[in-house]
């Protein structure tokens, strides 16, 4: 049984490239939102893909139950976890503001 992740990892192998090489704030800063980009584009993705096969169910094609179930609660675990780093970001930032300088 092949299990696929949920998130692309490809920030994983671009963060080791770029430790080796020099790179400027900004750079940074724009691999980090094409990061947050594509990661909220995936969560996106599994939501219409949910979205879709439940609708084909309800219409009756030919589309497994069991399929739908799962790319439901893949949505639903995507959306949830990206809800929960959300959090911890903004928790995070707000502990920075409360810093004395």
């Known amino acids: 049984m092949n299990i696929q992740s949920i998130f692309n ?6 963060q080791n490239d770029q430790t080796k090489t020099n790179i400027s704030p900004s750079q940074a800063q724009q691999s980090f939102s094409n990061m947050l980009k594509n990661a909220i584009n995936e969560v996106n993705d599994a939501q219409i893909q949910a979205d879709r096969l439940t609708e084909k ?3 009756g094609e030919n589309v497994e139950l069991h399929q ?5 609660e893949k949505a639903s675990i995507t959306l949830n976890a990206t809800m929960e780093i959300r959090n911890k970001v903004i928790e995070a930032y707000q502990e920075i503001m409360r810093m004395q300088v």
């Open 9 to 14: 990892n490809n920030f994983i192998s671009t």
């Open 57 to 59: 169910l309800a219409l």
């Open 68 to 72: 739908v179930m799962i790319a439901a």
